[in-house]
């Protein structure tokens, strides 16, 4: 006997009170917590409940009695649907104090560390088409609204070319315009999206199944004019893999680097495949404060270049450097933070686990003639050892620019042995590196905190923490 589907409740007139460290709103029905996407503190509504918990409630609002006098209308059509810019119904102000009280919360409810100077949170000048990187995905499967399919309209259920729904690993939202990257990134997504309707033989690929020929495409926008884009085909057919590829160059003389890779793999990472160059270089530049950036299809680069500059200077500011220090720089991906504090080091080491990420990272100190920099390739919990450090000298500062997860515990005791003077933490996850600075509790204090807001209408932030010998 089949299970009887349990009904959930409907929550009426609940107020929101708050916003929620993943982005997430929060109410108080009956003592217990309720999450709900897409609201605004000052709204009251009827919320659907989707998933209940002891300790929590989640559910949708699904009528609004009253509207906050905290909200703004969104810009995008494909606003609460898309599975990115979930605050742009908050306007910009609110936005980043929330982030900042996220912050500040993070480290004194998890870190439990006394906090020295906190500084307000540096907030983005741009905060529409500020990204340098998108990548869409093509598919057969259409993701259809709930508006949609109650307007009746006919509704064609294939070939989208936009960006995944959240939690649906094989439906893609059709985008029609996304307001994160430069508007040249639109008319080339819609180019090529037109053109593989109108012409037989490019089946958009199917995700569950493993058919189809068209995959993902990449767009990377830069500073410098230079524009890279990226074709991932799923096996080679020569004649119309060019013939798509042509269309693109002609319409688009603007492109420097244009690429294809054959992914014939069940996943859509393009880390382990060859990149061919189709037309044009296999690589665009970024420029900062004088230095290039040589990026490459793989390479990592902050995404939101203008405000990276920012992060960085409060990065090189905190480091508090005169010329005569030795400074490890951890996690230093592609070495740009690493190059851009040098000029102002003795010396600077970089420690990366991605061999790729570090052959950039040379190559981008000997473009800008940088030779007191070294890097160093391998798990940074093997490489960071005692015996590495008393080989290359103790550091006066330690960078880290860990990823989410935060720093291993073994490299939290390697930077204890080492005692630099200062350390300079910087954070995409500032629960992580709350818990990360109670460890470093034992021997540094917290000078200064200074959040900064990489990616507008998102609840991510980034922190940038001064830690100082006792």
């Known amino acids: 006997m ?16 708050d916003v929620a460290a993943e982005g997430k709103a929060i109410a108080r029905v009956n003592e217990q917590v309720v999450f709900v996407p897409f609201v605004a503190p000052g709204d009251v509504v009827d919320i659907q409940v989707t998933r209940k918990k002891n300790s929590y409630i989640e559910g949708k609002a699904i009528h609004f009695h009253e509207y906050s006098a905290q909200r703004t ?26 982030k900042h009280k996220q912050v500040i919360d993070s480290l004194t409810r998890i870190g439990k560390v006394e906090l020295g100077e906190i500084l307000p949170i540096m907030g983005s000048e741009r905060t529409t088409f500020y990204r340098n990187k998108l990548e869409f995905t093509f598919s057969n499967k259409k993701w259809v609204t709930e508006e949609q399919i109650k307007s009746g309209e006919t509704l064609d259920r294939e070939n989208a070319l936009g960006f995944h729904i959240p939690g649906m690993f094989d439906k893609v939202l059709d985008i029609r315009k996304c307001w ?17 309707l109108s012409h037989e033989g490019y089946p958009f690929y199917d995700l569950r199944n493993h058919e189809g020929f068209v995959r993902t495409l990449m767009i990377r926008t830069a500073s410098t004019g230079d524009l ?17 590829l042509s269309h693109i160059a002609s319409m688009f003389p603007e492109i420097t680097s244009l690429q294809y890779v054959i992914n014939r793999k069940l996943n859509d990472t393009i880390t382990d495949q060859d990149v061919i160059v189709f037309q044009g270089k296999d690589h665009i530049f970024e420029q900062m404060e004088g230095l290039s950036f040589k990026i490459g299809p793989k390479s990592f680069y902050q995404t939101n270049s203008e405000q990276a500059y920012n992060l960085y200077k409060i990065t090189r500011d905190f480091a508090g450097l005169t010329g ?8 230093t991906g592609t070495g740009t933070i690493a190059n851009f504090v040098s000029k102002q080091a003795k010396l600077v080491i970089g420690i990366e686990y991605v061999p790729e990420a570090i052959a ?3 190559v981008n100190a000997s473009l800008n003639g940088i030779e007191n920099a070294l890097f160093y390739a391998g798990d940074m919990k093997d490489i960071l050892t005692e015996s590495f450090i008393n080989e290359h000298g103790r550091p006066d500062v330690i960078i880290t620019d860990p990823p989410r997860a935060g720093m291993h515990d073994d490299v939290i005791q390697t ?6 003077d200062r350390i300079v933490y910087v954070s995409c996850n500032p629960a992580t590196q709350a818990r990360d600075l109670s460890l470093l509790d034992a021997k540094y204090v917290v000078a200064k905190v200074q959040p900064v807001d990489m990616f507008p209408h998102t609840h991510h932030v980034e922190n940038v923490v001064l830690l100082e010998k006792r």
């Open 360 to 362: 950039d990272a040379k």
């Open 324 to 331: 005569n220090e030795v400074v490890y720089d951890l996690y």
């Open 415 to 420: 930077i204890l042995f080492a005692e630099p």
């Open 73 to 98: 209308t969104p810009v995008c059509e494909h606003f609460g649907v898309c599975g990115g810019c979930k605050w742009q119904h908050l306007p910009y102000e609110e936005q980043i104090k929330y």
């Open 2 to 17: 089949a299970r009887k589907k349990k009904v959930l409740p409907l929550l009426e007139k609940v107020t929101i009170t």
């Open 228 to 244: 890279m884009v990226v074709v991932v085909f799923a096996y080679e057919e020569k004649e119309k893999q060019e013939a798509l």
């Open 180 to 196: 994160l990257q430069d508007d040249v990134s639109n008319r080339i997504r819609l180019v090529i999206q037109a053109y593989c």
